[in-house]
């Protein structure tokens, strides 16, 4: 399992986190295996409302990039950023059976 550690430093009020991980992807098929890995990586846990219930934090960013030339020649670079979480223990603890 891949850990992560965050430090904060409270003189700049600025946090890091240690043991992040960037994957470039040149298609959708590198993004799979990407995901799939992170996928295998997750600690889950079974309880009265969910079979695979989230035990760890996680947070799959993807990045996109694109770059068109128009009529004139002229490049012009479009970005978007997609962020997926999944924060454990978000189920209805009294629910739970924990």
Same mark, same amino acid.
């Given at each position: 399992m891949h850990l992560v550690s965050v430090i904060f430093d409270a003189v700049v009020?600025?946090?890091t986190i240690?043991?992040?991980?960037?994957h470039p992807c040149k298609n959708v098929t590198d993004c799979e295996r990407v995901? #799939?890995? *992170?996928w295998k990586n997750r600690s889950?846990?079974?309880t009265l409302m969910n079979a695979d219930s989230s035990r760890s934090h996680s947070i799959f960013t993807i990045h996109l990039e694109?770059?068109?030339?128009? #009529?004139? *020649?002229?490049?012009?670079?479009r970005a978007a950023k997609l962020n997926l979480v999944d924060?454990?223990?978000?189920e209805r603890q009294a629910k739970t059976g924990r």
């Open positions: 009020c600025w946090c240690v043991g992040l991980s960037m995901m #799939d890995r *992170g889950v846990g079974a694109c770059c068109d030339t128009d #009529d004139s *020649g002229e490049e012009h670079i924060l454990a223990g978000s």
